[in-house]
Structure formats: C-alpha cells, structure tokens
C-alpha cells in the first residue's frame, strides 16, 4: 500500500450551509490529503451527504469554500466538477435503471469520447474508433470489478448491492482523481461490506485516487480510513486517525447518547 | 426456426418499408404518391418531437410553430431570390430553424415537464401570430404562395418531385438518427431524460444538450415545413396550427423513443382516414383523439411496444433472465 503524501488535493473552508434555518452544515474546515482514504461519519442528519452535494455542485454554501486542486469550485456546476476530475456515487443510487450496466458506464466517457454532433449523425471513421475505445475502457473497469458477465443486463434486474457495485464502477469510469462515496456499503451485508472494504483499498492503489468516504459501517470506516472527521448537527466534533476517533468521548457520546460514558 | 425468420423479417421490415417508399410512384397513382409524401414529411417533424420527448425527455408543443417557420422562411426567401436552388434552401431553412430553436430553447432551459409543454405551446402561438399579424411579408390570415423546389430552369413541381426529395431526406433522418442515438449525443440525451442528476454529474452539461435536442427538433420541423409547402404550394398558418395533436399520436401509434416510430405512425394516421374515409373524416379529431387515449392506456409503447411484446416470447430475454437467476445462485454460495 501507498503512504498517503501531504499534498492536499481537497480543503474544506469554513463551509456552510441551511435550510429554512436548520443548519445542516456549519462552518466545516478539512482538508484531503492525496492518496489518502478520508471519511466523514455522524449520526443521521449530521450533513454528511449535505457536503457531499456542496462538492459536487448541486448546493451552493451560504459561506465557504472548496478548494479542489488549487481551484474554488463553489459556483461551478456539476458537470463542471466532474470534469475537474470529481467523481461520486449516491447514497440513494442514481443509476440509469432502464439502461444497461454498459451504457451507464459509456454514459461516464461522456467527458473522453471526443466526436463531433456532424460527426455522430453520419457515424464517420473517427465515432467509430472514439466508441470502440469507450467501450474498451468501460469493459476494463467492468472486469476490474467482476461485473463484465453483466454488461448487457438492464440496471433494474440487479439486487441492491450489485447496483451498488454498478455505481462504483460508472463513478471509477469517469477517471476522478478524487472519488466520493456516499455509504457504499449501505445495504451490504458483511461479507459484502468486507469484500467492498478491500475493492475501495485497491481501486486507491491501482487508479491512483483519493477516496472521500461517507459511511455508517464502523468496522469499515476504522479498517480503511486514513483519516475520519466526525460531523453532528453539521459541526465537526472530532477529527483524527480511526484509533483516536475511536477513544474520543465526544464521538462516542454522538453516537451512543448523553450518558453513555457514565454507564 | 420459425422464430428466427420472423426476428429476421423484423428486423428487415424497416428496409422494407424504405424500398416500398422509393418504388412508390411507378406503381401507384398520384393521390396515393401524394399521401406518402405527405407520411414522409410528417415522419420527419415527429422525428424531431420523438427525439426530442423520446430519447431527450423534453416536452414540446413547438414543433407546429416551427414547422411553420419553416414554411414561411422558405417561400418568402425563395419568393424574393427565386434563383436559389433548393437544396440551399433547405440549408437556410435548416440554419435559421437551428437558430430559432437554439433562441427560443434558451428561455426553456429551466422548464420541465408540464412547463415546458406549456412554454412551447406559447411559442407556437406566438408563432402564428406574427405570420398572422406580417401581412405584407406572409400575406397573413390570406397565406401566401410557396414557389416549387427548382434548381436552375428545372422546376421540380410535381407531387413525384416533392416525392422524391421528402422519401430521400426521411431515409437521411431516419440513418442520422440512429446513429446518433447509439453515440455520445443520444446517450447523453438519454442520460437527461431518465436523470438529470446522474447525468451532470457525468460531467453532461445539461443545457448545452437541451439547446442541442431543441435545434434538432426545429431543424427538422423547419425541413419538413418547407417540404409541405412544396408538397401544397399555398401556405396558411391554421394548416400548421391544427397539426400539433398529428405528431402526438404519430409518435405515440408508432412507438416513443423508437427510431423507425415515426414512420409507421404517420403510415397508420394518413392511411386511416382513406380507410374509413366519408363520415370518418368529419369526425376525425374525435377519432384521433381515442386512439391517442386508447394507445397511451393500452399500448404506451405504441407499434413498437406490441412487437416487443410479440418478441419476448422468443428467446431472446428469457436468456437474460436465466443469466441473472445462476448469477443470483452463485452469489449465495459464495
Ligand atoms: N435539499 C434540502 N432541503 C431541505 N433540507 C435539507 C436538504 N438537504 C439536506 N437537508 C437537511 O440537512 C440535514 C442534513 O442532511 P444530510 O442528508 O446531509 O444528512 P446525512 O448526514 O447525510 O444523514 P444520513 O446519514 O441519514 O444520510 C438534515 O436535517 C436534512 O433534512
Ligand atoms: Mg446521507
């Protein structure tokens, strides 16, 4: 494995955000080191997908910024940010359903297929070679992940966890070099979770990226996290390495309740 | 056996069609050369709207607006310059539809759905208007004289001629289109319609693709405006504003989303009332207006949809379904 450098490639800036007066994200700083495997847990509510969509350019913060590789990406649109070189999945998946695993994934080299509409409408030479190199790229990533036998099954015949995976593989086509994952291993069960735990691992070492990571499965989180932040009502309350978010009172009095350390 | 004829024949038949289309006039009479010409250009206006709804998601009410346009841009261009040959008028017609489409999107992009629906309809009317209202341009509520295709000296005046250049531009349409809905354009017109979220965050730019899908749908609505005005000679804006339920239920009868869709729609809708014909006429809105009901209740997917049906009978889905069910097996031995 590959030691995380100390390069930031993402810095959280005093980010916040509300909602008809609920603050769902407040005053957040962190920064995201290259390489490293960083994630964001709390309770239900805390605001962790919140920022997730301020990242990604669906919200804008009220206050704050996001700077991802030296560039602010507040007021940039979602498409733009993907092409930055962000790429996500959603906690409540947003796959294509009624497509195939194949077509969601060349709908990912969206940004690499370089044809023309002219082009397109007379299927010339050059769409040709442009649409034969998506589709080996898309078969890489699918074999990668073990999910080549599936290129031609509509999304919508696959259980939960397998579309999970699916999302994975769309959000690893669009080659981010930062990838974020909202609960990846919701609705896995623990082998699933175990084996995903490893895929996440890899996929950091062989692509190259760093992974921002939103996750409830602890066991996960402390296994490959670099790092964790510890969000509630959308204020950090910890932040530090897996054995520290571990032992921290504050971290474990959010999730267990007030008086819980006394019992 | 049996059933693999049939896929081939199925999957030959839009081939088919296409050489019947060609061989038409030496066989058949005026009139009925005349009706297919008039099937080709409603074929290419619903291609622009089935692309539009079909494989982009966006609602339109416009098309009669442009198709209008187009008429009407096209005769008064060639009125004025009658030394242009046609196929540069077509070329300027399709520009200045492109350009209107790309203006008339642009207040669009926020709108969705029934908003959308609304938006374009008002543009239409708009649309009518302003024919309507430049009398000394378009001879308003009068209409005005479209001048024939011509190249030169040579006068393409007959209904074989508008024939020709309408069944040889629907092919082109119908190539074009499938094309592009197997490349990056359609997908990511896909991509917006089933998602809109996903889709951006594919680095998709959602309202350069929507600018993009409405030039489209005007390109070809402004085409076909100019082939009807060829095909009637004489132009009113109420022909074209009585049109807008037609391309609903073409596309709808043929199969929404589907390439060759709009060409056995327009057959069955044009074919319809000769049919019938007589009293069938006089009441035909009414009749359209059931079939449009009656297919979105029971056949949504139109022509297309019931051959689907027919076809998963054969062996082509049970196969992926056998494919997941071992998969499914495999996973919880694991
Ligand atoms: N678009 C929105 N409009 C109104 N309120 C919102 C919106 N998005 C988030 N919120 C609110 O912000 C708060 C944080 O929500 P968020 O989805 O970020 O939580 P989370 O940490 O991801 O929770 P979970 O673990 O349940 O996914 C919640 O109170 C939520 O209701
Ligand atoms: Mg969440």
């Not at chain 1, 995976?165 to 990846?184: G, T, V, Y």
């Not at chain 1, 670099?226 to 520290?244: C, F, H, M, N, S």
């Not at chain 2, 619903?46 to 442009?66: D, E, H, K, R, W």
């Not at chain 2, 979105?296 to 027919?310: E, Q, R, S």
Request: net charge positive.
């Amino acid at each position: 494995m590959k030691s995380p450098n100390n390069d930031n490639i993402l810095t959280l800036d005093n980010l916040s955000i509300s909602f008809g007066g609920i603050k769902a994200v407040d005053g957040l700083s962190l920064k995201v080191n290259e390489n490293e495997i960083f994630s964001i847990i709390g309770p239900n509510g805390a605001g962790k997908t919140t920022v997730f969509n301020i990242i990604s350019g669906f919200y804008k913060p009220d206050s704050g910024t996001v700077e991802f590789k030296g560039r602010n990406l507040v007021n940039h649109k979602p498409h733009e940010i993907a092409r930055f070189g962000v790429g996500r999945t959603f906690q409540n998946l947003e796959l294509f359903s009624r497509m195939t695993v194949l077509e969601n994934l060349l709908i990912a080299k969206h940004l690499y297929v370089k044809t023309r509409f002219w082009e397109e409408l007379l299927k010339t030479k050059n769409v040709k070679v442009e649409e034969a190199r998506a589709e080996d790229e898309a078969y890489a990533i699918l074999n990668y992940l073990g999910l080549e036998q599936y290129a031609h099954i509509p999304i919508s015949e696959f259980p939960f966890p397998i579309q999970k995976r699916i999302e994975l593989a769309r959000a690893l086509s669009l080659k981010p070099e930062l990838l974020i994952l909202d609960e990846p291993a919701g609705g896995l069960n623990m082998v699933e979770t175990e084996e995903l735990s490893t895929i996440i691992q890899r996929i950091r070492d062989d692509y190259n990226l760093t992974v921002l990571l939103v996750e409830h499965d602890m066991s996960m989180v402390m296994n490959i996290s670099d790092r964790i932040t510890v969000l509630q009502y959308g204020k950090e309350i910890a932040d530090g390495k897996p054995e520290e978010i571990q032992n921290n009172p504050m971290v474990i009095e959010a999730y267990l309740g007030k008086g819980a350390m006394h019992a | 056996m049996i059933n693999k004829t049939k896929n081939r024949f199925l999957k030959y038949l839009p081939i088919i069609v296409i050489a019947v289309y060609f061989a038409g006039p030496i066989f058949i009479g005026e009139y009925l050369t005349y009706l297919i010409t008039l099937m080709a250009i409603m074929a290419i206006v619903t291609q622009g709207l089935n692309v539009m709804i079909g494989y982009a998601g966006q609602f339109s009410f416009g098309q009669p607006g442009f198709m209008a346009f187009g008429a009407y841009i096209g005769a008064i261009v060639v009125s004025r310059m009658p030394w242009i040959p046609f196929p540069l008028t077509i070329l300027i017609v399709a520009l200045a539809s492109a350009l209107l489409g790309f203006i008339i999107g642009f207040p669009c992009l926020r709108l969705s759905g029934f908003y959308l629906a609304m938006a374009t309809f008002g543009f239409s009317s708009a649309i009518f208007e302003l024919i309507n209202y430049l009398g000394p341009l378009t001879g308003g509520n009068e209409g005005m004289y479209a001048p024939a295709a011509a190249i030169g000296k040579w006068k393409l005046t007959s209904t074989d001629d508008v024939y020709y250049i309408a069944a040889i531009t629907v092919v082109l349409v119908m190539i074009g289109v499938k094309h592009i809905s197997k490349t990056r354009t359609g997908r990511a017109w896909n991509a917006i319609r089933d998602d809109e979220i996903a889709a951006s965050s594919m680095g998709i730019n959602l309202q350069r693709e929507k600018l993009k899908v409405f030039a489209f749908g005007a390109v070809l609505a402004g085409v076909s405006g100019l082939f009807y005005s060829y095909l009637i000679r004489y132009i009113e804006s109420s022909y074209f504003s009585a049109m807008g339920l037609s391309f609903f239920l073409i596309m709808v009868v043929g199969g929404t989303g589907r390439v060759f869709g709009p060409i056995y729609g327009s057959i069955f809708i044009i074919m319809l009332p000769q049919v019938f014909g007589g009293k069938f006429n006089q009441h035909m809105n009414l009749v359209y207006g059931i079939i449009l009901v009656l297919f979105v209740l029971l056949a949504p997917n139109g022509f297309y949809g019931i051959w689907d049906k027919i076809r998963n009978k054969s062996s082509v889905n049970m196969n992926l379904r056998d494919k997941l069910f071992s998969w499914i097996k495999r996973e919880r031995v694991k």
